[in-house]
T-cell receptor
């Protein structure tokens, strides 16, 4: 079974703090993704990476950055957390694009509260 | 750009009743289509996916979905709902991007089940 783990289930931070959210997958997947989920808005893509040290902006990258130094690990960084970044953050991974294999597998999520 | 519409924000059904959740997509090419389920406080679990071939797709937990190209729809069905099916359901369309493909999600349909 594919396993995607996220370093924290719940996190409370103060405005202006630098926040790191970590995601690790154990299936040697090339692609990794960060989403945020808000009530009534569904999931929105923040950043994704299709290779080590490669990153692409998603739909809402403002206020975020990412790091992928190793294939299995993808970090989301909030340089200076703000209250409007209070949300559920979901990490996902998927293998290289091949027919029938293009499925994203999700971690359990990190619920972040910024005070 | 692709988009997904789930017209029902919240649906309530009685246990044992049949279920159909609507999903309409907009995408210029042949879509990859997915249904995910999210239990409270959890990540997303893949229910089923459509890439090509048979337009009626079987998934886990007794769910199925039918791809109708003429209607741009991918509705999720279950003949008899169980109380454990209470969760939020997300439809998504996959589109090819840089080095990978990206998912665009609908805003979700929350399912409540009356015993």
């Amino acid at each position: 079974d594919v396993k995607v783990t996220q370093s924290s289930r719940y996190l409370v931070k103060r405005t202006g703090e630098k926040v790191f959210l970590e995601c690790v997958q154990d299936m040697d997947h090339e692609n990794m993704f960060w989403y945020r989920q808000d009530p009534g808005l569904g999931l929105r893509l923040i950043y994704f990476s299709y290779d080590v040290k490669m990153k692409e902006k998603g739909d809402i990258p403002e206020g975020y950055s990412v790091s992928r130094e190793k294939k299995e690990r993808f970090s989301l960084i909030l340089e200076s957390a703000s209250t409007n970044q209070t949300s559920m953050y979901l990490c996902a991974s998927s293998p290289l694009p091949r027919q029938s294999q293009e499925t994203q597998y999700f971690g359990p999520g990190t619920r972040l509260l910024v005070l | 750009a692709q988009s997904v519409t789930q017209p029902d924000i919240h649906i309530t059904v009685s246990e044992g009743a049949s279920l159909e959740l609507s999903c309409n997509y907009s995408y210029g090419a042949t879509p990859y289509l997915f249904w995910y389920v999210q239990s409270p406080g959890q990540g997303l679990q893949l229910l089923l996916k459509y890439f090509s071939g048979d337009t009626l797709v079987q998934g886990i937990k007794g769910f199925e979905a039918e791809f109708k190209r003429s209607q741009s729809s991918f509705n999720l069905r279950k003949p008899s709902v169980h109380w454990s099916d209470a969760a939020e359901y997300f439809c998504a369309v996959g589109a090819r991007g840089a080095g990978s493909y990206q998912l665009t999600f609908g805003k979700g349909t929350k399912l409540s089940v009356i015993p």
